[in-house]
Nanobody, 123 residues
Framework: QVQLVESGGGLVQAGGSLRLSCAAS????????MGWFRQAPGKEREFVAA????????YYADSVKGRFTISRDNAKNTVYLQMNSLKPEDTAVYYC????????????????WGQGTQVIVSS
């Protein structure tokens, strides 16, 4: 069982930055692929970014490429999402997710989810 706790959300003006963190429990963190997803009001949850177990490969939604960076620190059991040049359309609840890194499809198939952290970008 993996427990995930997100933090770092908040209110920021357009053009600003936030860094989200996701702390994971358990001894399997370094073997898990990690992902960030988001869900805006009235919309379905969507993929944002993912990283493989050793941090050597990263994946991004087209809407955030060049603005967001996913990273991980396996010694701290933590994954991060650095969000720069934020736009009002980035407003959503952001969720951290984990799964064993056994598939090359990093866009889906996550088994464990955090409770989410709210990000609001004002115009």
């Amino acid at each position: 069982q993996v427990q995930l706790v997100e933090s770092g959300g908040g209110l920021v003006q357009a053009g600003g930055s936030l860094r989200l963190s996701c702390a994971a429990s358990g001894r399997t963190f370094s073997t898990n692929a990690m992902g960030w997803f988001r869900q805006a009001p009235g919309k379905e949850r969507e993929f944002v970014a993912a990283i493989n177990r050793n941090g050597g490969r990263t994946y991004y939604a087209d809407s955030v490429k060049g603005r967001f960076t996913i990273s991980r620190d396996n010694a701290k059991n933590t994954v991060y999402l650095q969000m720069n040049s934020l736009k009002p359309e980035d407003t959503a609840v952001y969720y951290c997710a984990a799964r064993p890194d056994m598939s090359s499809n990093y866009f889906r198939g996550y088994d464990y989810w955090g409770q989410g952290t709210q990000v609001i970008v004002s115009s």
